[in-house]
């Protein structure tokens, strides 16, 4: 059983940068993978960037180059450092937590990235 809360949305300009937070009431285990997704209006929920539990990262093509995803198991958080963000990121940004039959997910947190 895991809840998870993100933190760090808001807005910023085309061009900056942010850093989101997943932290965990309790414990991350190491076999739970990780995921940021985002759902613009009138998109589908799409996956950003995964963590698998040995660590292993993987990004969606539109987010190479510029996103980082990470994981502190000792904090129960996972992170998404965003660069060089443009409008089109612009989107609820949720956290996911994946093993077998558990998938559990955050409330989400905005990202708005406009001049």
């Known amino acids: 059983q895991v809840q998870l809360v993100e933190s760090g949305g808001g807005l910023v300009q085309p061009g900056g940068s942010l850093r989101l937070s997943c932290e965990a009431s309790g414990s991350i285990y190491t076999f739970y993978a990780m995921g940021w997704y985002r759902q613009a209006p009138g998109k589908q929920r799409e996956l950003v960037a995964g963590i698998s539990s040995a660590g292993t990262t993987t990004y969606a093509d539109f987010v190479k180059g510029r996103f980082t995803i990470s994981r502190d198991n000792a904090k129960n958080t996972v992170y998404l450092q965003m660069i060089s963000l443009k409008p089109e990121d612009t989107a609820v940004y949720y956290c996911?937590?994946?093993?077998?039959?558990?998938?559990?997910w955050g409330q989400g947190t905005q990202v708005t990235v406009s001049s």
């Open positions: 996911n937590a994946h093993y077998s039959l558990w998938d559990y």
